[in-house]
């Protein structure tokens, strides 16, 4: 028998990035979806979030980044995943980064990245399709 009941999506500011309307945003439209949604706050660590998503059973973490250091974050969160027996729950996000980093990004076990003008709507139908169905 499979999980029953709403997705449930921690969205996360990792690293030193204190700009958070883009996530709370995010979280709003997933909500207002029906999926229950665990914001984390600014200044979160890798560790936190992935503490987090594992003890909220999560079936994705949603990360929302600004400050350039996408490359380093996704990594770690997606490492530490790994390393937790945790790789189920998928992470993906978004904020500014540029086009030649995605694919790396992507490369690295990162399920989806939505880039400045991604519709909420886009980002919802992408979690209901891709996340585990409800």
Do not use: C
Request: proline residues 5%; glycine residues 10%; aromatic residues 4%.
């Amino acid at each position: 028998m499979g999980v029953t009941g709403p997705i449930r999506v921690v969205v996360a500011k990792p690293g030193l990035d204190g700009h958070d309307r883009g996530a709370k945003v995010i979280a709003r439209a997933l909500r207002d979806a029906g999926m229950e949604v665990i914001y984390t706050g600014l200044h979160q660590t890798p560790e936190q979030i992935v503490d987090t998503a594992i003890q909220e059973d999560a079936d994705a973490i949603g990360l929302s980044i600004l400050s350039g250091a996408h490359n380093t974050l996704f990594a770690r969160v997606i490492e530490l995943l790994e390393e937790r027996d945790a790789a189920d729950i998928k992470v993906f996000g978004g904020g500014i980064i540029p086009e030649d980093d995605i694919a790396p990004l992507k490369a690295k076990g990162v399920a989806e990245i939505f880039t400045p003008g991604a519709t909420t709507t886009a980002i919802v139908d992408w979690v209901n399709t891709h996340v585990r169905q409800p």
